[in-house]
């Protein structure tokens, strides 16, 4: 007997938790609008509409390169203390409205710092910003909790910089650490030595990694880095023939290494050319610890509740499946296992029980 279809309505109530978003890939397009004026920034539209539109169609070009370059105009609206203040609590804000409970925002302190802020300063306003949108949220009865990955740039030469900080600002709300930017021609094995020193000092970390270059990189990220998750990771499914899975694969399933998927983006950097055929699926069916996520809500168009819809119309998915993959992501985050297991316990199983 197959299961009923849930639809949209019912998704959107349901609690979700993110690991995989980006601070700068997820601001409102009318506060895009408004800091722009407000620091003397030329947008290609000054129409919030028209601003989200644009924003889907360049990114949706095929080219990561090309995805990354419309973080242009967000990020400087993001480059003083009060824009930095009101982008976060939006965010988490925006989260809360969508459901999520759980969350987790990266974000590269050194893509901040144009205005003449400091590292430490940017973290800070991020941190404090992010705290008001929690108690806004709490307020309002849709509590969410939110932690902050870290990102170094993997292009650049400051990653240790950021790992450093990751380390310095690890009991003051940042959870974890990642590396992002281009990743082809930019192994994660160049940063050896950042990821060691946060292993001695037990800060977790993820790694972009099997997105834009293959097995390699995700190779390097798990065996060499020692990533507990991969950012991505669709890439993963080159070890995989016929449901055989080869060593690399059977490694990230055995030890229960995260998936951070986000199909929609993956769909507009081409690394999957539709959602019914995304590697989530598969992964998911095989038993990977799959998790969902939005990678950039502005920039992609998306949401969560977006991206458990349209796996539910064009893959095929079930409730028992978002809340798989929901869980997944609860039992991967960056945040003491005895907080894991009360979401888990206390909120998601509660919460999807009236669909199943």
Not at 81 to 101: H, N, S
Not at 280 to 288: A, I, M, R
Request: net charge negative; charged share 25%.
């Amino acid at each position: 007997m197959t299961a009923p279809r849930i639809d949209t309505d019912t998704i959107r109530r349901l609690p979700k938790a993110v690991l995989h978003d980006h601070l700068d890939g997820g601001l409102r397009p009318a506060t895009v609008v408004e800091l722009a004026a407000e620091v003397g920034h030329r947008l290609p539209t000054t129409d919030p509409e028209e601003l989200a539109a644009w924003y889907v169609e360049a990114a949706g070009s095929g080219d990561l390169v090309r995805y990354i370059a419309t973080f242009e105009h967000t990020l400087a609206v993001m480059q003083t203390r009060e824009g930095l203040l009101r982008t976060a609590e939006e965010y988490v804000l925006d989260l809360a409205a969508d459901g999520v409970v759980y969350g987790e925002v990266r974000y590269a302190p050194e893509l901040n710092t144009r205005g003449g802020l400091t590292l430490a300063e940017v973290v800070e306003a991020v941190q404090e910003g992010l705290a008001a949108g929690m108690a806004r949220a709490a307020a309002a009865g849709t509590p969410v909790r939110v932690g902050t990955l870290l990102c170094g740039m993997r292009m650049f030469d400051r990653v240790r910089e950021a790992a450093d900080l990751a380390v310095a600002y690890r009991d003051a709300g940042v959870v974890g650490f990642d590396i992002a930017g281009a990743e082809a021609g930019f192994p994660p094995a160049d940063h050896l030595a950042a990821f060691e020193h946060l292993r001695r000092e037990s800060v977790p970390f993820t790694i972009h990694a099997g997105e834009a270059y293959g097995l390699p990189s995700i190779h390097q990220a798990v065996q060499v880095c020692g990533a507990q998750r991969i950012g991505h990771g669709v890439r993963l499914t080159e070890d995989i023939v016929d449901g055989k899975l080869g060593r690399l694969a059977s490694w990230v399933r055995d030890r229960r290494i995260a998936l951070e998927m986000c199909p929609t983006s993956n769909l507009q950097t081409g690394c999957a050319t539709s959602i019914a055929e995304h590697p989530v699926t598969e992964l998911k069916d095989l038993g990977f610890r799959v998790t969902l996520n939005t990678d950039n809500r502005l920039v992609s168009g998306t949401t969560m509740t977006r991206e458990m819809a349209l796996l539910v119309e064009e893959a095929g998915w079930t409730a028992e499946d978002l809340r798989t993959v929901t869980v997944n992501a609860v039992k991967s985050a960056f945040i003491p296992f005895d907080e894991r297991k009360a979401l888990i316990e206390d909120v998601i199983l509660p919460g999807y029980a009236p669909v199943l």
